[in-house]
């Protein structure tokens, strides 16, 4: 085992709190947030089980995983909360002032769309 591996190596949890593994060293049954979201899978309330350490740029840096058996399904958007979705982005995309929906957000640092702030430029 290389020193950086060692340092980064403990399972008991004594040295970081947690239980720490290097890169790519953590037993199965454990996963990173972008792993449990690539599986259907969501934290589920449970706490951070175990991190990983490694080398990076700008220093040290660590991933904390969680496990699977306590890992619940995602949960999905009903219809009335899709549709709440789609008229809020719809009102994000329509200008105040010229009531027209744009195929783009309206800026909020203008308030209205880019035809009404700079009309001489984009008619």
């Known amino acids: 085992m290389s020193r950086v591996r060692?340092?980064?190596m403990d399972p008991e949890?004594?040295?970081y709190g947690?239980?720490?593994y290097w890169w790519r060293g953590a037993p199965a049954g454990y996963a990173t947030?972008?792993?449990?979201?690539a599986a259907g899978l969501r934290p589920g309330g449970q706490d951070v089980a175990a991190q990983i350490l490694w080398r990076g740029i700008g220093g040290t840096r660590r991933a904390y995983l969680y496990r699977l058996d306590?890992?619940?399904p995602k949960r999905t958007a009903t219809p009335a909360q899709r549709v709440a979705i789609g008229k809020a982005l719809r009102a994000r995309r329509t200008c105040p002032t010229c009531h027209v929906e744009r195929p783009y957000?309206?800026?909020r640092s203008l308030g209205e769309c880019l035809n009404?702030?700079?009309p001489l430029e984009y008619r």
């Open 6 to 8: 060692a340092a980064y």
């Open 13 to 15: 949890g004594t040295r």
């Open 18 to 20: 947690i239980p720490t």
């Open 33 to 37: 947030l972008r792993q449990l979201r």
């Open 70 to 72: 306590l890992a619940r």
């Open 105 to 107: 957000y309206i800026p």
């Open 116 to 118: 009404c702030a700079y």
